[in-house]
Structures are given as structure tokens and as C-alpha cells.
């Protein structure tokens, strides 16, 4: 595409680079790790079975932490949104993307974005958590998506 062409146009025809959003990886090791620390002096004087399948599985579960945050995202491309989240992709394209909703969650004092809903006009819905997601992220995905959708469609209940 010639720059005269790109220049003419609108913003929601541009193309764009795709987007992709996932939990970040520090917020599920500080899930994880405080567990091995409380764990470990117990478990390095013991030499109990049940103290090792303890240690056995906090170090599982920290080794797999990796691995689940690469199995969650939010992809943003030129042909619609996609959510990987328990095991399952769902993409709605842009044109069938009916409404956005992201919901807040109190936590004490503050309220922070906690759950991102996407629904299209063939009965589509789909649902992914933000409390992982760095608020950065946050904030250029909701930007993106507000963009990229029909005005109206996103809602923050913020």
C-alpha cells in the first residue's frame, strides 16, 4: 500500500500490528513463591515423605507458572479479538464484536480492572481475568480495543 492510500485511511481501517496481552509472569511467582519460602525450613530439616511430595509440588507448581501465563492471552490482530483462557481459544471478528465490558473488582480500598468480557451478535461470549495483567497492558489493550471497535461498544465499569 502506497503512503497516499494509508494516509486516507480512517483509523479503523489502518493497519496495525497485533496486540497480544498475557498475565504477567512476577504476579503468578508472587503467588507461588512466598509458599516455598514458608515451606522450605520445614521441609529441609525433615526427611519425611510427606514433607518431600509437599516440596515436590510447591516447586512443580512454581516451574509451572511459566507455562500457564503463556497459555493465557488476549491477541488483537487486522481480523478480530481472540482470548486464550482454561484450555480454549475463542476469536470474535471484528464485525460480529457486539459489546466489551471490563468489570472492577474492590480489593479493600482500591478497585482494579478484574475481568474482561467480549460478546458478539451470534451469541458469542467470551471472558478472561485482568488481575495478573500488568495495569501498562491494561491500558494499551483497552486503548487498542477501543479503536478497533464501533463507538459504543466498550464499556468500563471502572
Excluded: C
Excluded at 496486540?19 to 521441609?43: D, K, N, Q, T, Y
Excluded at 529441609?44 to 511459566?66: D, K, N, Q
Excluded at 472492577?104 to 474482561?116: F, H, K, N, V, Y
Excluded at 485482568?130 to 478497533?148: F, I, M, P
Amino acid at each position: 500500500m502506497r503512503e497516499s492510500e494509508e494516509g486516507s485511511l480512517s483509523p479503523r481501517e489502518r493497519l496495525e500490528p497485533d496486540l497480544v496481552v498475557r498475565p504477567a509472569l512476577r504476579f503468578g511467582l508472587l503467588l507461588v513463591v512466598p509458599g516455598l519460602l514458608l515451606v522450605l525450613p520445614r521441609v529441609a530439616f525433615s526427611h519425611s515423605l510427606e514433607g518431600r511430595l509437599l516440596w515436590g509440588g510447591l516447586t512443580a507448581a512454581m516451574l509451572a507458572v511459566p507455562l500457564l501465563t503463556r497459555l493465557m492471552q488476549i491477541r488483537l490482530d487486522q481480523e478480530g479479538v481472540a482470548v486464550r483462557f482454561r484450555g480454549r481459544t475463542s476469536r470474535i471478528p471484528w464485525t460480529e464484536l457486539a459489546s466489551v465490558s471490563v468489570t472492577a473488582r474492590s480489593t479493600g480500598q482500591s478497585r482494579s480492572a478484574g475481568l474482561l468480557v467480549l460478546e458478539g451478535n451470534k451469541g458469542q461470549r467470551t471472558e478472561m481475568p485482568l488481575l495478573l495483567v500488568r495495569l501498562s497492558d491494561r491500558q494499551r489493550l483497552l486503548s487498542a480495543l477501543e479503536q478497533r471497535t464501533a463507538p459504543g461498544t466498550l464499556r468500563r465499569d471502572l
